[in-house]
């Protein structure tokens, strides 16, 4: 029998056994119990007839993960504030403001077409749109450097468990880069081509022996070969394995749940131009839109002060209700210009915060030859050396040690190595092949 027979079996039963108790006078009849069992089975049948509980069964079988929608959130957002200035907000706003000189005598309209300014202005947002489009969709279907793929040339123990067919295609509900279970097919020669640029005959320094006590320094990031316990393979300096997407990455950065994909060589560059795009467009959003904002709210600043919610509960921006906004997309197909000002203007703001101080944090450890995970071992290994707590592994106490970065190149050439060859190729929208991954041949003092 079919799961869906076997619903519609159990409802028959249990509104049978229902009917019974609620003619039988001498039985103790509850209410509460009835209204649930009969709505569980109720809605259990109709689930199944609809054929929804496969849907349903299918998140449970991935552990209800849905992360990956939030890169298609995310470009969903950019899309609509980018519709709604030009639709909206670029007529009615920016041409009043900067061209209100230009209007004609006879139509009272403003020429538009005539205005240098506000004709730049709509240029910068289809611009940036564009860029922030192009580099983070491509930071999510393009490959961080995965060594599994490739595991034959590396491997020492092979554990076919871990090891993953080339011609497979990554799971978007993994964290496997894609969204919306769109992924992309692994391309095993381009992995194999970047595995090979690393020298995979350097030091055999034990990956755990990163002291030097010859020259009292440690170094962070280690420029020796490791190896892989979950996978079980040896890898290049500067690979991790990542525990979210089960993969080892090289030169892995961090696991971006905003693009459901690892950071690591291939996709860093289109990462970083991401996060540069996002901060200029918000500030440059800003910079066009907060003075009318301000306008549309003075009054209610002036009366109340910045306050979060007024006696009415509507909060400072007084926005209507959500339904009602929908109503009037609905039927009229737009919205008033103060209420969009409303929604864009406080979202911008705050994205352009706080994305300006996540871009001022990869600069800085990208500057200076570090990934996010690297820098987090510094911190950790400079922590651990003020608190005492930090052993060699022969259990002596490490003193005062100097961190050197083999992989400190210096600023300009840092940069290079993330940007390619071709730095102002940023402005546009390609592909850039990037530099051979940097293999220091002797150690630095950072």
Known sequence: MTSTQEARANLIGKWNEFNERIRDIHADFDQIYWIRTLSVAGITYLLYLTKTIKALDFVKENKGHLIHLLPFFALTLVGSIVVAYIFILHEQVTVERWCSENIDDFTGRNLSASCRTSNALLFGVYYFGTMIIYNYTKTTFSSPGVLNTVSSICTTNPNPSNNVDANDSWRSYRGQGGFCYIAFKQNSARETNTLQKYSMNGTEQSATEDFLPETGSVFIPNPSLSFCKKCQMRRPPRCHHCSHCNRCVLQMDHHCIWINNCIGYHNYRTFILTLVYLVVGCWFAIMMLFTPFYATIEHNIAEHGIKFLYKNKSGFLDLPKPMDLIRELRDTGTLEVDIVLKIVV?????????????????????????????????????????????????????????????????VWQNILQILGPHPLLALLPMHVELLSPYLPHKTKAA
């Open 346 to 410: 406080p979202v911008i703001i705050f994205a352009g915060i706080f994305l300006t101080s996540f871009l001022y944090s990869h600069l800085c450890y990208s500057s200076r030859g570090f990934t996010t995970l690297e820098h987090m071992a510094k911190l950790n290994f400079l922590h651990q050396q003020a608190l005492g707590t930090l052993r060699r592994p022969t259990g002596t106490v490490v003193q005062e040690m100097i961190i050197v970065n083999p992989f400190d190149q210096g």
